[in-house]
């Protein structure tokens, strides 16, 4: 990959995420550390980023702290092994969703060079792959700036249309008892619309979220295929999961 294309995924990641691991980014891009942090010194020389210890933010997140406590993730690198598995589970031809949080970004890179469709409602993920192999189709709807997505009535009822035959979601928690449950009704309706028309449900999901139930409970674990979670998640829990009907697939 040359350095315009890793340029677009380390911008894409930054405006997602607020922040970006070198360690991170070199396993998604497959490359070295010491290329992702030449690319970012480069980047930084035309005042894009702002370098930090071990990675970047960008350089209104410098003057504005507040907006890096509430855009910045964590679990970058269970994240990055979580897409590395996802990304296993698509072939050329599918068409496939990727919904707009954090957990799934980092498949866009995976899958730039694959000839497939893609339907998202997350503008990073139409930014990184837009000029790719992959053919992206965006819902309209409201723009959520915090998000950087599409929500809202529109986005839902353009999302019931479209038949995927994979969709990769996120969700804030999930449990045994609740199932899924978000932060957000608007994000919750999106799953919800995607998953009721896709051929199989993909749930990416770290294991920092598992057993968390949080303000909206939105759906049972049914709505789930395929738990896909990091090297963290207790066995045993695995176990749980796996005897309530779901596929769990780790690292």
Known sequence: MNFQLRKQYLLATLAQLGSLDVTAAAQQLRTTPLTIRRDLTQLAAEGLVVRTHGGAVLPDVVKN??????????????????????????????????????TTFPLCPLIRHLQLRVVTNSLPVLSELVG??????????????????????????????????KAFLGVDGLSLQRG????????????????????????????????????????????????????????????????????????
Request: net charge negative; proline share 3%; charged share 20%.
């Open 65 to 102: 702290p507040v907006a890096f406590a509430r855009k910045s993730t964590s679990h970058a690198a269970e994240k990055a092994a979580i897409c590395q598995l996802a990304a296993a589970q698509i072939a050329a031809g599918d068409t496939i969703f990727i919904d707009c949080g954090s």
């Open 132 to 165: 790719s192999a992959v053919q992206v189709v965006l819902p309209g709807g409201e723009v959520d700036a915090k998000r950087q997505a599409l929500h809202g009535t529109v986005a839902v009822e353009q999302l019931r249309r479209y038949r995927v035959d």
């Open 180 to 251: 899924l449950s978000a932060n957000s009704e608007v994000e919750a309706a999106t799953s919800l619309a995607v998953a009721e028309a896709a051929g199989h449900v993909y749930l990416l999901c770290d294991a920092s979220k598992l057993e968390q139930d949080k303000y909206l409970q939105f759906a049972p674990l049914s709505l789930v295929n395929t738990l896909i979670t990091d090297a963290r998640a207790p066995a045993d829990l695995l176990a749980r999961y796996q005897e309530a009907g779901l596929t769990v697939l780790t690292p």
